[in-house]
């Protein structure tokens, strides 16, 4: 048996492998000494294969699916199957390959292939980095969720990249969760992989959305349980994943929505004990995760970013800056945290480049919020000594409050830490 066949075999059969692995060099570095078996490693439902032994396999795929394309019609069930054990061969070593993933797109709609076994398929090729971060493998799992999920929606033939349409169950969406959870550690700051997280939490929210917040139905109450577990992990995640970016946005966008659907859309028969409706929709909660992670590293941009989408999730940007408590509290926050760099940045060269990373940082910031409120014209201003944090912050943020009426002890509010 060729090893294109032997592949095709592992990768199609209706228990597929749970995960990928490419190995670096030949068979015999893996394989028992005298072993007459296949060239690759199958155990525990996990697949390896020495990347020597995939790139032969693939020239050898991409020559049989070419071959087995000529006669699409009427296709033999021989041609199917060398078609359908091909393409899987190929996507292992070239994920973005269109036309692999649209030839499997035809058999599935022609039952020629199960939806579920390319759906096991995806799974275990999610497992590899080069696989994950390609746009057209997460897009295709998509579309082979909803041919399972929901068959008879009319937006199955509108070609519209969405997961609204399917009522998911818990378990459905642990799972979903916990594939792109893995395609983010094998392939970090994976863009399509939080896309895809988003587009399954989107569509709880939907659910929950057209559910009477008095629903009787177990599957309600097991998605607010499941839509508050969301909500605390990617806290959980970006503290261990402070450049993360991509997941800072992702919390933003679900603590946004959820806020949006008020309370009582928000109800479950057993709250966890460590979240409650009123904390999901304090956005103050998120500002202040993000506060305390700045003051721990407060030399890494992506968390300046994520205070500066906290501080955009609430009301217009001079109804912000109107709440003067809310701008004594940014300018305390910052003035306290140079403080601190400055102190540090004298005890050695490590210390002077963090403090001058923060400098910059703060500078960018405040000629946001100036921006923002209107409170300087920042034309005098020269743009590069801006991004480049060569601007005098004391200035800024002296005449960013001019335009507030005078400080009050009132108006200020306890520095978060």
């Not at 896309?195 to 599957?219: A, F």
């Not at 998605?223 to 992990?233: Q, V």
Request: glycine residues 4%; negative net charge; charged residues 20%.
């Amino acid at each position: 048996m060729c090893v294109v066949s032997a592949l095709g075999i592992v990768l199609n059969n209706e228990v597929p492998p749970l995960g990928i692995e490419i190995l670096p060099g030949d068979a015999s570095a893996w394989l028992p000494e005298g072993s007459n078996e296949r060239p690759f490693l199958f155990e525990e439902r996990n697949l390896g294969i020495p990347s020597k032994v995939l790139y032969r396999a693939y020239l050898e795929a991409v020559h049989i699916f070419a071959e087995a394309r000529r006669t699409w019609h009427p296709i033999s069930e021989s041609n199917k199957t060398a078609l359908i054990h091909s393409s899987s061969v190929i996507l292992l070593a070239n994920p973005a390959h269109q036309t692999a993933l649209n030839a499997r797109k035809r058999f599935v709609l022609s039952k020629s292939l199960h939806a579920e076994v390319d759906l096991c398929f995806n799974t275990a090729l999610l497992s590899l980095p080069d696989a994950s971060k390609q746009s057209i493998v997460w897009h295709h799992r998509r579309w082979l969720l909803r041919r399972l999920r929901n068959p008879t929606s009319p937006l199955l033939e509108a070609h519209e990249d969405t997961l609204d349409v399917i009522n998911f169950s818990v378990e459905d969406l642990r799972q979903e969760f916990s594939i792109a959870s893995r395609a983010s550690e094998v392939y970090p700051r994976n863009y399509f992989a939080w896309t895809h997280r988003y587009l399954c939490m989107h569509s709880l929210l939907s659910t929950l959305r057209h559910q009477p917040s008095s629903s009787l139905l177990p599957s309600h109450h097991d998605l607010n349980a499941l839509l508050m577990e969301e909500c605390g992990w990617i806290k959980t995640w970006i503290d261990r994943h402070i450049s993360d970016y991509t997941a800072m946005q992702y919390a933003c966008q679900i603590f946004s929505i959820a806020a949006g659907m008020g309370k009582n859309n928000l109800s479950w028969a057993s709250p966890p004990p460590d979240m409650s409706p009123d904390a999901l929709l304090d956005i103050q909660g998120l500002r202040t995760h993000a506060q305390s992670l700045l003051h721990t590293y407060p030399e890494r941009e992506s968390l300046w970013m994520y205070f500066r989408d906290t501080f955009q999730m609430t009301g217009s940007p001079q109804e912000r800056l109107d709440a003067r408590s809310v701008v004594w509290g940014l300018v305390d926050f910052i003035r306290e945290l140079l403080d601190t760099s400055a102190a540090d940045s004298g005890q050695g060269t490590s210390a002077l480049d963090k403090y001058d990373s923060i400098n910059l940082h703060v500078c960018r910031f405040l000629a946001w919020l100036a921006r923002q409120s209107h409170a300087i014209d920042m034309r005098p201003q020269n743009p590069l000594d801006i991004l480049r944090g060569r601007c005098d912050y004391n200035a800024l943020l002296d005449t960013l409050l001019t335009p507030l009426p005078q400080r009050r002890s009132t108006d200020i509010i306890p520095q978060m830490k």
